[in-house]
């Protein structure tokens, strides 16, 4: 099982992704926040 902060569930079923902070941490950073606050693209 992934690390939950690498874990993505959505409406089609879960999403393993891979961050990569020392190539693109503000990316990574912001990521993180809109996944904490709930992000909905609807």
Known sequence: MPK???LIVIKLGAVTIDLVPFIAPEH???FKDVVVEGF???
């Open 4 to 6: 939950l902060e690498k």
């Open 40 to 42: 909905s693209m609807v």
């Open 28 to 30: 990574v950073a912001r």
